[in-house]
């Protein structure tokens, strides 16, 4: 998949939340970007990480100052009117937990298809030990389906109030050989272990 030709527009709303989260960020969790430079890739592409806190998708926000993410997020943050309303300005694909939901991979494709950023957390709820113990099979598969670039992020440690916590970018995680072998469940599997090992070795060399 080809980057974006053009930038996509800034929407008001996301613009503002980002700032007002960003100092909230920096007045009491604060965090240290070990390689800024790798988080500002022209879109579109997928963007994965372990998953410890309810802050990690606003630290991933806050960082990404070149797009605004598109998170897959779970479908129980919708029921109330009012988070409903903020979630849907903050571009957020609702999805049903443990399911095939189709019309939330459905939008997430249309997503990457426009020259968005997609904001995966592939272990599906927040987990603490192991990084990428566990993955969902739904970000192989839109990987495998699009073609978009694979970009792991990796949380060193549980953001903390303030307690410094350090995020990473790795290497893009390459696939074409599998996406060769055609879209099935044992190229998905195949990617995921690829994944996992990804985080292996990330959490080697990085946990804190």
């Given at each position: 998949m080809q980057s974006a030709l053009k930038s996509q527009p800034r929407t008001p709303f996301y613009q503002?939340?980002?700032?007002?989260?960003?100092?909230?960020?920096?007045l009491f969790f604060p965090y240290r970007v070990e390689?800024?430079?790798?988080?500002?890739?022209?879109?579109?592409f997928i963007l994965i990480a372990n998953h410890q806190s309810l802050l990690d998708p606003i630290i991933l926000a806050?960082?990404?100052?070149?797009?605004?993410?598109?998170?897959?997020?779970?479908r129980e943050l919708t029921k109330n009117r009012i988070l409903a309303w903020i979630f849907k300005r903050l571009h957020?694909?609702?999805?049903?937990r443990h399911m095939s939901d189709l019309s939330a991979m459905r939008a997430a494709a249309e997503a990457l298809r426009?020259?968005?950023?997609?904001?995966?957390f592939p272990e599906g709820?927040?987990?603490?030990g192991?990084?990428?113990?566990?993955?969902?099979?739904?970000?192989?598969?839109?990987?495998?389906?699009?073609?978009?670039?694979?970009?792991?992020?990796?949380?060193?440690s549980k953001p903390g109030l303030l307690k410094r916590t350090s995020i990473v970018a790795g290497a893009m995680i390459p696939y074409d050989d599998l996406s060769a072998k055609g879209l099935d469940k044992s190229s998905a599997e195949a990617l995921n272990r690829r994944i996992q090992e990804t985080y292996v070795k990330m959490q080697n060399k990085y946990k804190q």
């Open positions: 503002f939340a980002r700032r007002l989260l960003s100092v909230f960020c920096v390689n800024p430079q790798d988080f500002q890739l022209d879109a579109p806050v960082i990404l100052k070149k797009h605004e993410i598109r998170f897959i997020g779970k957020m694909i609702a999805v049903t426009q020259g968005h950023v997609l904001g995966i709820t927040r987990r603490t192991k990084a990428m113990e566990t993955i969902e099979s739904g970000v192989s598969f839109l990987a495998l389906r699009s073609g978009a670039p694979l970009l792991p992020v990796y949380f060193c």
